[in-house]
């Protein structure tokens, strides 16, 4: 596609449920980016990937959330057993990630994630 | 460790108002700098960088001058037009770890005519 598309646009669910967000990133895009934003908060990293391999998973608030990447293309993060605290606006972004200069991150639309 | 800190919105201007939006950063070495703007309805964007000390990114009439003195990278314009209400970020990328980012809150700007 042109851009980066995420799925669902927005996700209701109630506490306790697990939650699959899903990010496909421009074609040929090998860097990918995840990123949560609460409510009058700025984008908190969560986990980059490099091709499939995700050197650095610091990010992830807890073990309930998990993400992986696979053919080098589409993203999935998996938030379990969901808590209120989790309700926010989840962006994904992709770059060309070449080289060691910094590219542009092309950022999606987000997922809003509500917890009831 | 890496921060960002940008002023608090909103920020309301008249149309063709002089334009600052502040940002300083902690950061350990040479991060590179960057602003994103996220216009309404829309995903975020790039809108200038700036990659070492001294250096001014510059778009669509938007300036940026990364001052390590001060450690700050102050988003500038001298004429703001009502298209340009939007969410503004600055950011920083990790010096060890250039595919990390670290994003300030964002400040909102609405533009009047």
């Known amino acids: 596609g042109a851009g980066v598309s995420q799925s669902p646009s927005n996700k209701v669910t109630e506490k306790g449920k697990d939650v699959e967000l899903r990010c496909d990133p421009i074609s040929g895009h090998t860097a990918l980016y995840w990123y949560r934003q609460s409510l009058g908060q700025g984008l908190e990293f969560l986990i980059y990937f490099q091709g499939n391999s995700a050197p650095d998973k610091s990010g992830l608030p807890s073990d309930r959330f998990s993400a992986e990447r696979t053919g080098g293309s589409v993203s999935t993060l998996t938030i379990q057993r969901t808590q209120q605290e989790d309700s926010a606006v989840y962006l994904c972004?992709?770059?060309?990630?070449?080289?060691?200069?910094?590219?542009?991150?092309?950022f999606g639309d987000g997922t809003r994630l509500s917890i009831l | 460790g890496n921060s960002v800190t940008q002023m608090e919105g909103p920020v309301t201007l008249s149309e063709e108002a002089f334009l600052t939006i502040n940002c300083t950063y902690t950061?350990?070495?040479?991060?590179?700098l960057f602003w994103y703007v996220q216009y309404p309805g829309e995903g975020l964007q790039l809108l200038l960088k700036?990659?070492?000390?001294?250096d001014k990114g510059s778009n669509k009439g938007f300036e940026a001058t990364y001052r390590k003195e001060t450690t700050s990278f102050h988003l500038e314009k001298g004429s703001v037009q009502v298209s340009d209400s939007a969410v503004y970020f600055c950011a920083l990328s990790d010096p060890y770890n250039f595919n990390k980012f670290y994003f300030g809150s964002g400040t909102k700007l609405n533009v009047k005519p």
């Open positions: 972004a992709s770059s060309s990630g070449q080289g060691r200069s910094n590219q542009p991150q092309h």
């Open positions: 700036a990659t070492k000390a001294d």
């Open positions: 950061a350990t070495g040479y991060p590179s």
